[in-house]
């Protein structure tokens, strides 16, 4: 086997590991999200308190994700992502632990930290992938970690229908998990800084580039975050649908997300960022015209299923063009990372105070001019276009995870 091949060989190796990390850190995710009502009974606080408590695992993890350069350029990437990854599905085991409102808002800090800078670190390294393979590889990586969060839900479902605490469950979750994204991380590529190369500052803003790029992942979150929480509601009281087709909506739409995540790289490999986000924007903006003058459920459901596949592929190519813009990349995937988590956090509460105020349809009206966004700042991503890497195995300038 020649060198070349080899390289090749550990290129795609490494590929499938950091696919899989992906996966586990959506099974958290999942795993979490499915035991929040027994949390909450647990901790004993009121909707309002939980409301609250759920604010810190983003205000975690924004104030976290700019470390995630650091740590990589301190130990390397292979062993930085293990150890990252292994604190975050380590942190599983908190919030189920805390036993008033206090400890609660504490531990889904840690929680979200952890989560920020291990994200940042995986999606830094798939970058590096994607730019080594020459062909998109971003999309399907976010694919994996919703088919990851699909499985750690469908899990606490199970957990919670046969009435488990939710101490063991996650307990018992977080030890397989650990061990299944500590394995995966050991086949990533080993990147090591140069020896002369500055470490990136502990907290710095983000650059412009990434402000940008930042924006329309900002307009797509939104939207996602506010179709998640918000369909079934938009279903069982506009459109007075049963609450089993409620539910079909919200699982539909997710199902369409991580689909379209899993098949978008060969849209973008034929295409190209620019015109898949553009197009992208005009499928979002369709299925927000649907859902706003739906006039019964299934005109509703799909529209939110075009919406689902609208901004399936927006984030991960915001990732991949921040990792590919700036001396560090890992800075701007951070400043991405955090405009777009700070936009799932807001997004519910904003179209709820907006739905009191107005009305749901309206709310939906603000989602479908933000998805116009996409279409209209399409143009950013140019400047992430993939650059060829000559020598696979070559340590790259930057302190990328």
Known sequence: MTAEVYGQHKVRRARYAVGAVFAVHGAVTGSFATRVPWIQDHAGVSPG????????????????????????????????????????????????????????????????????????????????????????????????????????SAAGTL?????????????????????????????????????????????????????????????????????????????RDRLDASPGLAAACTTGFTLTMAIARLAGDRVVDRYGAVRTVRTSGVVAVTGGLLIVLAPHPATAMAGFALMGLGIAVVVPLCFAAAGRSGTHPSLAIAGVATITYTSGLIAPSAIGLLAQATSLMVSFVLVTVLSCGLAGLAGVLRSGDRVKVIRPDAAVPGPRP
């Not at 999606?123 to 994996?144: F, K, Q, T, Y």
């Not at 140069?194 to 797509?220: N, T, V, Y």
């Open 49 to 152: 308190q939980l409301g609250l408590a759920l604010a810190f695992p983003a205000i975690g993890a924004s104030l976290a994700m700019p470390l995630a350069g650091r740590v990589s350029h301190r130990f390397g990437a292979r062993t930085a992502l293990r150890g990252l990854i292994a604190l975050w599905t380590l942190a599983l085991v908190l919030p189920s632990i805390a036993p008033n409102l206090l400890t609660l808002c504490l531990v889904l800090f840690v929680y979200g930290a952890t989560a920020g800078v291990s994200d940042v670190a995986m999606n830094a390294l798939g970058v590096e992938v994607e730019n080594r393979l020459e062909r998109s590889i971003m999309s399907g990586l976010h694919g994996m970690w919703s088919v990851g969060a699909l499985v750690g």
């Open 159 to 235: 957990a919670a229908h046969l009435g488990t605490d939710a101490r063991l469950h996650h307990a018992l979750a977080a030890g397989v998990l650990t061990v299944a994204g500590v394995a995966a991380a050991g086949h990533v590529l080993d990147l090591q800084p140069a020896e002369d190369e500055e470490p990136p500052p502990r907290f710095a803003l983000p650059p412009r580039s990434a402000l940008l790029i930042g924006a329309i992942g900002f307009c797509a979150v939104f939207a996602e975050g506010a179709s998640l929480d918000w369909s079934a509601v938009y279903l």
